[in-house]
């Protein structure tokens, strides 16, 4: 399974990235919008997790992006403090989920990457 | 996480951390000579929030909180349009001098600074 992290902190970046390739994921990072939107058409993500403040291009630019894609990844958004309302517009603009990152949680982050994984 | 673990996402947090913190400063000190530059206000914004997240998430909360409340002030006036006055240029300098000191705490002790007098100095939202 191919998952795109497009996370510009690089804190978070080699957090997620390891953990996912420890358990045989293929991970792909982006730091910024654009470079995450051009990753998106080329490696076509299985799942993506999606940070909404990015440079460049931000994360709900490239929700409306997705939209009118046929056949577009599973999206994982990440969300932290003071993001509610955030993540109530990227849920409308088709994430399928969040998980708030102010909580580093790895199992958390892969139960609901499995339940989104299982749904294909 | 097992203790190796442990050890090396902490200096990874202290490392990109105190990284983020003097890309800040000058960016802080850049606003003052140019308050107009959208692209600033913009990328101040998401280095606050970076801090913030990266903080709380390994368990810093007035470290992130702080962050927080600063970030706030460009994400109102990025949503808004409208420039950051020189008084709030300087309250973020000063309140990234406290992320700072908390920073170098965390690396020193392995615990963050009480940050109370400087939380009550911003605004909550």
């Given at each position: 399974m191919k998952i795109l992290i497009i996370e510009d902190d690089i804190f978070f970046q080699k957090f997620y990235s390891e953990k996912l390739r420890e358990l045989n994921f293929e991970v792909d990072v982006a730091s910024d919008g654009e470079e995450g939107f051009n990753k998106i058409n080329s490696i076509?993500?299985?799942?993506l997790l999606l940070?909404?403040?990015?440079?460049?291009?931000d994360g709900f630019e490239i929700l409306k992006e997705l939209?009118?894609?046929?056949?577009?990844p599973h999206i994982l958004v990440f969300s932290t403090l003071g993001q509610e309302e955030d993540v109530e517009k990227a849920k409308l603009l088709g994430a399928n989920d969040y998980v708030n990152k102010s909580f580093i949680d790895f199992d958390f982050l892969l139960s609901k990457i499995n339940n989104l994984l299982k749904a294909t | 996480m097992a203790d190796i673990d442990l050890a090396y996402y902490k200096n990874l947090f202290i490392e990109t951390s105190k990284k983020d913190i003097e890309d800040t400063r000058n960016n802080l000190k850049e606003l003052s000579l140019n308050p107009q530059n959208t692209e600033l206000i913009e990328a101040l914004f998401i280095q606050f929030h970076t801090l913030k997240g990266r903080s709380l998430s390994v368990g810093y909360s007035q470290t992130g909180e702080l962050a927080h409340r600063i970030e706030t002030i460009f994400r109102n006036a990025k949503e808004s349009g409208t420039i950051v006055s020189q008084d709030l240029v300087d309250k973020s300098l000063t309140g990234l001098d406290k992320l700072q000191k908390s920073i170098e705490k965390i690396a020193s002790e392995g615990t963050e600074l009480d940050l109370s007098d400087a939380l009550n100095s911003f605004n909550k939202e």
């Open positions: 076509k993500p299985d799942l940070d909404l403040i990015l440079p460049k291009k939209e009118s894609m046929q056949q577009k | -």
